[in-house]
């Protein structure tokens, strides 16, 4: 045992951490119980593989490579794969059946993110093959057993005796990674002669970064012996990438020499580690050890993936149970803050002083300091006044932070060791208004625990003949350390909790804010001013993870079909969703009150608009079995000059507030309008008073609540929010839009007999103009030539969803988290194209941009900003020169294909060229719209000084720079029927199909014709 003065100071500077920078996903091997075969597309031929199948099939691997899969595989098995690999169904096929010389193997597909083919082959053995369905007899009854446990602690412990139970190795453990990323034994099940490793802590270096990276993509790894020799991978020169091969998703993946180290010290022959997946974060593992040679095959471990992703599932559930009594405590306090938010600040530390023992039993505190601009409350058991404002100022000055936590703040701040009894732990959230700042902060007292390590965490290094050396520790032997002044740490519900009563308390101070604005009109413009910039960080810490959300939703909907788990999945989206209209109603109301909400009038389809608003209702209706009717009067016009997107806005408040209030009989939209006097005078109808109104037979609305439901946050007296929800947002939005819009509001409303919303908008212009038709979204990322794509975002969530948004797709992604890395990686690898975000460590995006456009080996590169702040500066007329395009998160497929098509080349796809001559492309011009004049104009030039010239000469080199002019005129121009043509002479020219060629050259002259009429 050994005393520590806080949790990680090792007196060793060398450490297991650097174990997180091997690259373990492309060592280059294989494990030696199957054969790896790289294929390339789309001919299948073999372009790399292991270096074992002389030891499988007696014929030596530089033999197979070049070859074609055929030479080892029936006709009828590789048309199966050839099928599954163009339709992009390997999942649904896998595993597939190959006979080689007989014998029978499993085959595992799968498309590498670098989008290379990769195809494993283990022996299908006679004796294995009925082993797999004994698992699925398992299976039942102990996904039936784990869903009736009791609780939690029952539930993990009869995972890991199932898992032994059906899988046959000598220890199963869970392993749950703490806060820190160590990991902790929770359950285990082992034979009676095995030492017990429950309760055992083992460091975060045990299981480096990039190694959870892999458990977090894979659910199950398999090693079958650590003292076999792994395989190297061979390939023909010039054939593979330069890169090495990425093995992050392959199963026969070979294993790190730290690694295999690890586990022989720990005197293990063979494992296999099922993940354990939380909201989007490895949870933990069930790690199950042999201390012999052990494999089991493709179907037992797909069985074992099931019961790792329904444990996972379950694992949600239960955290989620205990989240929402949390947030429900929570809720109340956040209520009482919006009851109190119009009043002045001294109500905030009313709402604190009265639910101090909640706040400080929710956060596990022993003390709280409620900092509001310069006056200092402390509760509880805390540091002197003097002490604490010490620590605030020492807290604005190195950590501006909004959320700020640590359980050992005197390894940070010095001050505080010497009161360690009651401020080992801090957790502070914090509100910065220009000068002035508001602080809560949380004080937890030194916890002196002792921890049981499996081996001393200390020891990475072995001592040498020739110095140190990179070593896991020798010994597993229980080994305790005494930690002082540490608290407990902050949990991830904890802190979420902090930051939803931040934004909580930032509403209450923008909000007295906006009172004092009344007492002080000088001040009105900077309170303005601060106030957008209050609603800018809210809205961009909360687009921040809803990107990540929504968009993630987004792809599970098409990967998912079984309807409970898309019916959870449709669930967090709708949420996600609602949550997003909520901010964007604050937004919306806060541009209102500053004069910067514009206003677009537009052609509008009005009858168009009614039926899309009873077609999106139409479900909810139905479901309350509710009766949703149209009525528009046959003198209203079919189309009017209006701002849709704001009328659009007002329609779904009052309706869905009629829907939402009305629990039978009816809910009715009606249309009509009235001439003008002045235009029945004149005969000329040239503006019309347009009058909207929602009718329902809901609950009513009290005569002395029908004008203060107008206000925001405020709803009707005894309206229950439980039952109802909502936040007073909607009608304050509508009564202010309408305004804008110079219309006014008529509420008619009886209790118990239902409400009459009117809305009456003066002199609304007619016009005769054609509203555009709208077309559907376009998602296919496919469409653009193979790309690379720099992604800059130092949010890992942000990375993962526009990794996965790419998964299946030809283009190359790189990843940068910081300004600096970001410029080194555009000089290195100069992409095609940048997504860069404005909020960044270092730099901010702003000054990468620059930095970009003022480097002449970077300046050509078109950049896509990304970002979730509103209000905020830059603005988008000082980015303009800097890049090609904004998008706003949560950022979906459609927004990146729309702004990739004035970017990236769209790919040349020849398979389709072969079915295209030059007669149906000149028949396809004529029926094309107009194309640009400047287009035209380059094509006659085109045709007046080269074309006669290129038709006498016909030389290679020259056809091909004719051919590229034109792509290029084709792209920039976005003239599709220029584009066929200069695929054909593309087509042509690479087949040296001369006959042809020169008919489609001498038809340029029509084409330009065509394009011109």
């Known amino acids: 045992m050994i005393e520590s003065e806080d949790s990680f100071n090792s007196a060793y500077s060398l450490n297991l951490t650097n174990c997180d920078r091997e690259p373990i996903h492309i060592l280059g091997k294989i494990q030696p119980y199957g054969i790896l075969i790289v294929l390339e597309e789309p001919d299948l031929n073999i372009i790399q593989l292991s270096d074992n199948t002389d030891t499988f099939w007696g014929i030596q691997a530089r033999e197979l490579l070049g070859q074609n899969l055929r030479v080892l595989f029936a006709e009828s098995e590789m048309n199966l794969l050839a099928y599954s690999i163009y339709q992009n169904k390997l999942d649904y096929y896998n595993p597939f059946v190959f006979t080689v010389q007989g014998q029978k193997y499993e085959g595992i597909v799968h498309r590498n993110i670098q989008g290379l083919i990769i195809l494993e082959l283990e022996p299908k053995y006679q004796d294995r093959e009925s082993y797999p369905l004994s698992f699925y007899q398992c299976l039942k009854p102990s996904l039936i057993q784990l869903k009736n446990s009791g609780d939690f602690q029952e539930s993990i412990q009869l995972i890991v005796k199932e898992v032994r139970h059906m899988t046959g190795y000598d220890r199963v453990m869970l392993y749950q990674f703490e806060e820190d990323e160590s990991g902790v034994v929770i359950a285990e099940d082992k034979q009676t002669h095995l030492e017990p490793y429950l309760g055992l802590h083992y460091p975060a270096s045990d299981i480096p970064k990039q190694a959870r990276k892999l458990y977090y993509k894979n659910w199950v790894r398999l090693i079958g012996n650590v003292n076999d020799q792994s395989i190297d991978l061979i390939s023909l020169d010039n054939s593979v990438p330069k890169r090495p091969l990425d093995l992050s998703d392959s199963i026969l993946r070979s294993v790190s020499p730290l690694h295999i180290e690890y586990l022989k010290n720990m005197g293990v022959t063979a494992t296999l580690c099922i993940s354990l997946i939380n909201e989007k974060k490895l949870w933990g593992l069930i790690v199950c050890h042999h201390y012999s040679s052990k494999l089991i095959r493709y179907q037992s471990r797909k069985a074992c993936e099931v019961l790792g992703q329904f444990m996972s599932l379950e694992l949600f559930n239960q955290e989620q149970k205990d989240l929402k009594i949390y947030q429900k405590e929570i809720y109340k306090i956040q209520e009482e803050f919006q009851t109190y938010i119009s009043e002045e600040q001294d109500s905030i530390q009313k709402v604190i002083q009265k639910n101090k023992n909640l706040l400080l039993s929710l956060f596990k505190a022993n003390g709280m300091a409620i900092f509001l601009k310069d006056e200092l409350t402390l509760l509880g058991n805390t540091p002197d006044n003097a002490v604490v404002r010490d620590l605030l100022s020492w807290l604005i000055e190195h950590h501006k932070e909004e959320i700020f936590s640590t359980n050992c703040l005197s390894k940070i ?504 001559d030059i007669n149906t492309i000149l028949t396809l011009t004529s029926l094309s719209p107009s194309v640009s004049p400047k287009l035209l104009e380059k094509l006659r030039q085109e045709e007046k000084q080269n074309y006669q010239s290129l038709c006498k000469k016909m030389i290679w080199r020259e056809l091909h720079q004719f051919t590229e002019r034109l792509k290029n005129w084709a792209i920039e121009y976005q003239c599709q029927n220029l584009e066929n043509y200069t695929n054909l002479l593309e087509y042509q020219l690479q087949n040296f199909e001369w006959d042809e060629l020169t008919k489609t050259i001498e038809a340029f002259p029509k084409l330009r014709q065509r394009l011109e009429s």
């Open 413 to 916: 701040y010095p001050p505080a060791i010497e009161y360690k009894t009651g401020m080992s732990g801090l957790l502070a959230i914090s509100i910065f208004l220009n000068r002035t700042s508001y602080h809560i902060l949380w004080f937890r007292p030194e916890i002196i625990q002792t921890v049981n390590w499996g081996g001393n965490p200390y020891q990475p290094a072995i001592e040498e003949d020739d110095g140190l050396r990179l070593s896991p520790r020798k010994s597993f032997e229980l080994w305790k350390e005494t930690v002082h002044n540490q608290s407990l740490p902050w949990k991830s519900s904890e802190l979420e909790a902090a930051e939803a009563l931040r934004n909580t308390l930032m509403l209450a101070v923008l909000e007295f804010s906006q009172t004092a604005l009344f007492k002080a009109a000088q001040q009105a413009e900077a309170a303005n001013q601060a106030k957008s910039e209050f609603l800018a960080n809210m809205s961009h810490e909360i687009r921040t993870p809803m990107n990540a959300i929504l968009g993630f939703c987004d792809l599970l909907k098409d990967r998912i079909t079984e309807p409970q788990t898309r019916g959870y999945v449709d669930l967090i989206s709708a949420s996600g969703k609602t949550l997003l209209e909520l901010i964007n109603d604050i937004l919306d109301l806060s541009k209102i009150e500053a004069g910067k909400l514009e206003l677009n009038f537009e052609p509008l389809y009005l009858r168009e608009l009614i039926q899309e608003i009873q077609q999106i209702f139409f479900q909810k209706a139905l479901k309350k079995n509710l009766s949703l009717l149209v009525e528009i009067q046959e003198n209203v016009p079919n189309t009017i000059l209006f701002d849709e997107i704001r009328l659009r806005q007002i329609l779904f408040n009052v309706v869905g507030n009629a829907l939402k209030f009305t629990e039978q009989g009816y809910v009715k939209i009606s249309v009509d309008a009235q001439t003008n006097d002045d235009n029945c005078e004149s005969n000329q109808t040239n503006t019309i008073n347009l009058i909207l109104s929602v009718e329902d037979s809901g609950i009513g609305i009290a005569q002395d609540q029908q004008i203060r439901i107008f206000d925001a946050f405020k709803q009707t007296e005894g309206q229950s929010t439980r039952k109802y929800g909502g936040t007073g947002l909607g009608l304050a939005i509508t009564r202010r839009l309408t305004e804008m819009l110079e219309g006014k509001i008529d509420l008619q409303s009886e209790v118990g007999k239902g409400t009459i919303f009117k809305f009456i908008f003066p002199d609304v212009s007619l016009t005769d103009l054609s509203v555009a038709i709208k077309t559907p979204l376009d998602e296919d990322l496919q469409q653009f030539a193979p790309s690379t794509i720099l992604v800059v975002d130092d949010v890992q969530s942000n990375l993962d969803l526009i990794e996965a948004y790419f998964n299946e797709t030809q283009h190359h992604l790189l990843f940068a988290k910081d300004g600096r890395e970001a410029i080194e990686m555009a000089q290195d690898y100069h992409p095609d194209v940048i997504l860069l975000d404005l909020r960044l460590p270092y730099m901010s995006g702003q000054e990468v941009a620059q930095y970009l456009k003022q480097n002449e080996k970077t300046q050509d590169i078109p950049i896509i900003i990304l970002t979730a702040s509103v209000f905020k500066t830059p603005s988008k007329e000082e980015l303009t020169t800097l890049c090609k395009g904004f998008l706003n998160k949560p950022v979906c497929r459609s927004q990146l294909v729309s702004i990739f098509k004035n970017i990236l080349p769209l790919k040349t796809d020849f398979q389709v060229t072969q079915d295209l």
